[in-house]
Structure formats: C-alpha cells, structure tokens
C-alpha cells in the first residue's frame, strides 16, 4: 500500500512506500509562516521509503525556537512546502499531509508547539498535546509537559 502526493502545481511529485496514518501535527510559528496557515500537519516517513520527482527548493530555517535547522523542502513554481528534515532525524522526512493524494484515514498523532497555536483552534482529537516540541524537549525545561497523557 503506497501513497502518492504533489505540490499545486504539479512540478513536484512523490511516492511513499507505504501508507502512513499518523499525524505529527506542528502549531509552532515557522510552520505557520512557511504555510501561511494555523499549522502544518506532518506524516513522518522513512527516507528509504520516500521517492520524489522534481527538483523541490531548500530553504534552511534556522532561526527557531528549539535552535535546530529546518531543512524545509518546497515547489520553486507554486510554493507548496512539500517535507521537512531534521538533522536529529536525518532518516526521516516529514510530508505535509495537505499534499498528499488521499488523507481520509489520517488521524493525528500529537500535537506540537501549542504554545503559539492560533486561539481559534481548539484541538478535540484527544491526541497528546505538547507545548513545545513533542518528544524532543530540551533538557532541564520543567515547564514542557504534555498536557494529555
Ligand atoms: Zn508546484
Ligand atoms: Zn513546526
């Protein structure tokens, strides 16, 4: 079962090995702006599992709030921010679920950086929510907790 997905305009396409069916879903202040949007919801797929055609643009966000670069992946042509790449997870791309072909079974995983998430969103999913990065909190910082266990 793979899964298939493009940018607006088509320049940019890929292929998924298989199906994901979680959501990381990213409400933190670069997302918003790269998408022009609330949140970016993300599937987290392994690299050796991920073929794309086109020649996507990198634009390397490195002014966040964790200090980690965001190798952030989108069509040169129509802007679509395609995936995401970390370095504490150089296996894994992140696709943006709203290019994927089908999103029927998508259901969210978790919920990161609810801190700077837009007021109107009220997230009822009942997936963990994380104040700031989900799982990846830096040491020391109390504060970060999940809100639901
Ligand atoms: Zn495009
Ligand atoms: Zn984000």
């Known amino acids: 079962m793979s899964a298939t997905g493009k940018c607006l305009c088509g320049k940019v396409t890929y292929r998924l090995a298989s199906k994901p069916l979680m959501l990381d879903v990213c409400h933190c202040k670069n997302c918003q702006r790269q998408a022009g949007a609330s949140f970016i919801p993300f599937v987290a797929v392994p690299l050796t599992e ?14 966040t709030v964790s200090g980690n670069t965001v190798a952030r992946h989108f069509c040169g042509d129509c802007g679509s921010p395609i995936y995401v790449g970390v370095a504490r997870a150089p296996k894994t791309a992140y696709f943006t679920s709203g290019t994927l072909d089908h999103t029927d079974h998508l259901v969210p ?9 837009h007021e109107w ?17 830096p040491e020391g910082v109390r ?3 999940a809100v639901a266990e």
């Open 121 to 137: 969103v009220t997230i009822s999913d009942g997936a963990p929510e994380y104040h700031q990065d989900p799982g990846l909190q």
């Open 109 to 117: 995983k978790c919920h990161g950086w609810t801190s700077t998430k």
């Open 143 to 145: 504060e970060i907790q």
């Open 50 to 63: 991920v073929e794309v055609e086109g020649t996507p643009k990198v634009f390397m966000d490195d002014d």
